[in-house]
């Protein structure tokens, strides 16, 4: 792995992840900071806590209670420790719905996902999960879970969002791997922050090792090795037909209604707020105002 070689190059680094964490009102501490660098190299947690002292004594940045922030962003921190609060209520509510969900024998991860996943949820959000499948059984998994949050009054819908549980993301065991055309810095921000609730058999270590391309974005992205190759699907007629039928059943409700929607045997990605691309759009604008101040 690349390491940081150059003073200089980690302090733009950190003014970068600085700058992309600020989009979402969200200070950082020395560990965030160092956990979420948006680099191409490695450090030590030494290395950004040292630079960020220097850079705060420069008046690069600010800090407070031990929150780091660019100028003039002080107040966020007060938004941040309410939507600690507002998120705390939300992670019991993922928490306890999970306590159920786990009994369905086809689910191997429930991650929470989003700001959610970073204590950093606006008192209004839904909770965003992902849920990770045996291979081969994504849509059965899928019908059996939004059965119970619909009885349970749990569904997220479009105008009854708050604490409403979104499951946005299903992906089996032969499809964790995000495709080339999603790689890109918002989506190894979420796979690096998503906070597992329930993981069997080591589900989250193999999908962190499959999103290694991470690490291109974010240096610092620590990933577990040995998990390479497929799962070798058992085959059973009697639930392969269920699957099959469960597939054809859901695809045909939602295909009227899809937009942004990517769906397949083995993966679903529902989200009605899509923000990747205003997120990094509004990223370029901050690192090229950035830059022109610096060469000012």
């Known amino acids: 792995m690349k390491m940081a070689n150059d003073k200089n190059e980690l302090q733009k680094s950190i003014l970068k992840t600085l700058a992309y964490a600020e989009i979402f009102d969200f200070p950082l501490t020395s560990e965030e900071t160092h956990r979420f660098l948006i680099s191409g190299f490695s450090c030590s947690p030494e290395e950004i806590q040292r630079n960020l002292r220097d850079m705060r004594d420069m008046g690069e940045l600010g800090e407070k209670e031990g929150y780091y922030f660019l100028e003039g962003k002080e ?18 509510k993922a928490k306890k719905i999970t306590k159920y969900l786990k009994s369905i024998p086809f689910v191997k991860l429930i991650a929470v996902t989003g700001s959610l996943a970073v204590k950093n949820a606006k008192e209004e959000d839904d909770v965003d999960i992902l849920i990770v499948t045996s291979a081969g059984r994504l849509w059965l998994t899928r019908l ?3 059965t119970f949050l619909v009885l349970t009054n749990n569904y997220r819908r479009q105008k009854n969002i708050k604490n409403k549980i ?11 791997l995000v495709e080339p055309a999603f790689q890109n810095l918002f989506t190894a921000h979420e796979v690096a922050q998503i906070a597992p609730i329930l993981n069997k ?9 499959e999103n290694r391309w991470v ?9 577990f090795g040995g998990y390479e190759g497929e799962e070798e ?9 269920l699957e099959k039928l469960a597939f054809r059943f859901q695809y045909n409700l ?13 993966f679903a990605r529902f989200h009605p707020g899509d923000v990747s691309l205003k997120v990094l759009s509004e990223f370029a604008i901050r690192c090229k105002k950035w830059r022109e101040e610096g060469e000012g």
């Open 144 to 146: 059996l879970v939004t």
């Open 215 to 223: 690490k291109k974005y974010m240096g610092n992205m620590r990933w």
């Open 201 to 209: 058999e080591k589900t989250y270590e193999r999908f962190i090792y």
């Open 254 to 266: 939602m295909k009227k209604k899809m937009t942004k929607e990517v769906v397949g045997e083995g």
């Open 233 to 241: 699907k058992k085959r059973n007629a009697f639930w392969d037909t």
């Open 166 to 176: 979104c499951p946005n993301m299903y992906l089996d065991l032969n499809n964790l």
């Open 75 to 92: 107040e966020e921190i007060e938004e941040r420790k309410k939507r600690e609060i507002y998120s705390k209520e939300k992670l019991e």
